[in-house]
């Protein structure tokens, strides 16, 4: 068949009436390959339609030609050998990827492969390619009712397989196929295996697909019943059950729908009854017994609402009086050269630095850092000198001893093209 031939009964959809209708272990990608054992030659390819292309190969165009594969094997004589495929199934990077293995491994063993290297991995000029989204691939599935396991739908549509397994949301659309599956017993028997699972949101966040076919099944609320409303006789029959409680705070983070009932019922004072308000009497009593209160932050931490009333009554000041920070002297000279005196263990700008940041801003201020710690000229190398510092330094064996010892003499003896004098 001709490939005008081809394209046309394309067009006209008559390919399954000639050829058969393709295989279904034939879906997805699949990489193939033509050994010529008589040339040691061999090609390789991909595709998602193997009898399609195969015949491809075998017929010439309209103008008589074939491709790189029927040119090789016409012009040695030699027939076209039959396709064998490699692997199939597979999405279109698993294709790519095992086609790049093959054509290196064969082409490692020494065989003349037809098709050159910059042609692999390309998926050929078939359809435009799906864009897919999370929306897209839920509709595919529900016209697709078939379609039933991840599995299946890595055979039907690897391209749509492949997003959503890049995205991680492949299990999640597969969860309300599957939780059709699981019967009240498999989910009792989950929760007796998770005793830890108390509440909906608990189940949820260890199993969604459970969850998912508890709320099918409709027994979700007859696993997880409501409590009873809460009432005023229940709120104090509560409290008396929990006689830790002792005041608001821990009654809201103990029982927070308790607790917001209470406030509903406006009985909060009732069941925690306010204190007798602040005087600065009660205040002064209340530090004499709590002597551990020793700043302003531990008082308010441990009461505020006195706390509070001390700052009303503007007697802070006389419970904890602020102690006044005099100011550190102003660095004049003479006072960094005795502080300098008293650190002997400071040899550099840089420890003074670290030691006493504002003593030695000031000293850079008043223009005496040079005069305190002064630059150490260096030394001019000549030819002399070198020998002389290597004579003094008989632990210097080779050149990278000496580079290390004394970077500028290193240089220096390179400039002066002595170094095999010296290293010989």
Known sequence: MSSSCYHY??????????????????????????????????????????????????????????????EYCKNNNIPIPKMEIIKNMLTATEASNLEKEIWYEYKNKG???????????????????????????????????????????????PNAYEFATKNN????????????????????????????????????????????????????????PRKVKWT?????????????????????????????????????????????????????????????????????????????????LKIMNKLFPQTIHKRKEKWTEESIIQFLEEHPEINSRYEFAKSNAAAYAKARKLKIIDRLFPHKRKEKWTEESIIQFLEEHPEINSRSDFEKSNGSAYLKALRLKIMDKLFS
């Open 111 to 157: 065989w003349n492969i037809i098709n050159s290297e910059k042609a692999l991995g390309f998926l050929g000029p078939t359809k435009r390619r799906q864009v897919w989204s999370r929306t897209k691939i839920r509709i595919y599935l529900q016209n697709h009712p078939e379609i039933k396991t991840e599995e299946d739908m890595k055979i039907y549509n």
């Open 9 to 70: 009964a394309y067009k006209m959809g008559i390919l399954d009436d000639i050829f058969g209708k393709i295989d279904e272990k034939f879906m997805g990608y699949c990489v193939y390959v033509y050994k010529i054992q008589e040339t040691h030659t061999i090609y390789v390819s991909l595709t998602h339609s193997p009898q399609t292309r195969d015949m491809q190969h075998l017929t010439p165009n309209k103008y008589g030609k074939y491709d790189s594969l029927g």
């Open 169 to 224: 949301f492949l299990t999640v659309l597969f969860e309300n196929i599957n939780c059709k599956n699981i019967t009240e017993n498999d989910i009792k028997t989950f929760l007796e295996e998770h005793p830890e699972i108390k509440t909906k949101n608990a189940l949820q966040r260890t199993s969604g697909l459970i969850y998912k076919a508890a709320k099918y099944l409709k027994i979700i609320n007859d696993l997880f």
């Open 232 to 312: 005023e006789e229940s709120i104090v029959k509560y409290l008396q059950e929990h006689p830790e409680i002792k005041t608001r705070y821990e009654f809201a983070k103990s029982n927070v729908a308790a607790y917001t009932k209470a406030l509903r019922l406006k009985i909060m004072d009732k069941l925690f009854p306010r204190k007798i308000k602040w005087t600065e009497d009660d205040i002064m009593m209340f530090l004499k017994e709590h002597p551990e209160i020793n700043s302003r932050s531990e008082f308010a931490k441990s009461n505020a609402s006195a706390y509070a009333k001390a700052q009303e």
